[in-house]
Nanobody, 118 residues
Framework: VQLQASGGGLVQAGGSLRLSCAVS????????MGWYRQAAGKERELVAT???????NYIDSVKGRFSISRDNSKRMVYLEMNSLQPEDTAVYYC?????????????WGQGTLVTVSS
């Protein structure tokens, strides 16, 4: 199982970016998916999650600015980020709970860097 994240980059404050994450491999199903971020010198934190049924959850600091979505047919999860601020600068990681036959596992993408300039 592999998760491949993309879409990071450099953007000015107030700008937008869309992150994508593709899940590949011989899997039976994908459960909860999410995005985490880790800023320099800080611990990794949860940003947003989405269940297989589409229920979403966000940390307070991104509510109203970020939107998580998924396309189950394409095995993709997205993070639409608007009104970006310098404090959103971090490496963003996608995460997924994956079932392979009767076995479940949690997997991480490699991370994509988002830099927001003031």
């Amino acid at each position: 199982v592999q998760l491949q994240a993309s879409g990071g980059g450099l953007v000015q404050a107030g700008g937008s970016l869309r992150l994508s994450c593709a899940v590949s491999g011989s899997i039976s199903s994908i459960g909860d998916m999410g995005w985490y971020r880790q800023a320099a010198g800080k611990e990794r934190e949860l940003v947003a999650t989405i269940t297989s049924g589409g229920n979403t959850n966000y940390i307070d600091s991104v509510k109203g600015r970020f939107s998580i979505s998924r396309d189950n047919s394409k095995r993709m999860v997205y993070l639409e980020m608007n009104s970006l601020q310098p404090e959103d600068t971090a490496v963003y990681y996608c995460n997924a709970d994956v079932r392979i036959l009767l076995r479940r596992g949690n997997y991480w993408g490699q991370g994509t860097l988002v830099t927001v300039s003031s």
